[in-house]
């Protein structure tokens, strides 16, 4: 997920590209998700159940904020207030996976809330920079600190 991220914000910085910057995110969002979606599907072939015990209410547990981002960036870009879109998304997310960290098993979880309070804290900051820096805003949290809590995260879970 911090590939595609990190994709987009590449792609993005392209100088006929930069004027396409929210639909590019938006289509990375969609590919990101996707991908969440396969692995979560290659757990449940491990025997990790999603409709049923924790599974489900890690899921449930994100869905809200995600849900939430979903909404008002329509409403922001339907009145023309998409410079406020980066620090949204970047503040929701990390709020639902910090609700969704509540749901991992006790190691995973210190990881899992680091990552989600770094995203709501790089999203607070978001809405003070420049939009110049917005694209790189966004490659930073859901580029780099995907990556970065990825590794973690993975090398966490095989140390249980």
């Given amino acids: 997920m911090g590939a595609v991220g990190t994709s987009a914000t ?4 392209l100088p006929g590209l930069a004027a396409y910057w929210l639909e590019i995110w938006l289509v990375a969002a ?3 998700s996707a991908i969440g979606v396969v692995l979560v599907a290659r757990q449940q072939a491990r025997g990790f159940v999603l409709y049923r015990g924790p599974a489900r209410k890690f899921v ?3 869905c809200p904020s995600l849900l939430a981002g979903a909404a008002l960036t329509a409403v922001l870009w339907q009145q023309g207030l ?4 980066p620090g949204m ?3 929701l997310y990390g709020c639902a ?9 006790a190691a995973i979880m210190r990881v899992v ?3 989600g309070a770094l995203f709501v804290i790089w999203g607070l ?3 003070e920079l420049p939009v110049r820096w917005h694209n790189y805003t966004l490659g930073l949290g859901f580029g780099a600190l995907h990556l970065l809590f990825g590794i973690l995260i993975g090398r966490t879970d095989r140390a249980e």
């Avoid at 590449?10 to 910085?13: D, M, R």
């Avoid at 998409?82 to 879109?85: C, E, Q």
């Avoid at 996976?97 to 098993?105: E, F, I, K, N, R």
């Fill in 10 to 13: 590449v792609v993005a910085t």
């Fill in 30 to 32: 969609i590919a990101a």
């Fill in 60 to 62: 449930l547990s994100l």
């Fill in 82 to 85: 998409t410079s406020l879109i």
């Fill in 89 to 91: 998304w970047l503040l």
């Fill in 97 to 105: 996976v910090l609700s969704a960290s509540m749901m991992t098993t």
């Fill in 113 to 115: 809330a680091l990552m």
């Fill in 125 to 127: 900051v978001a809405f």
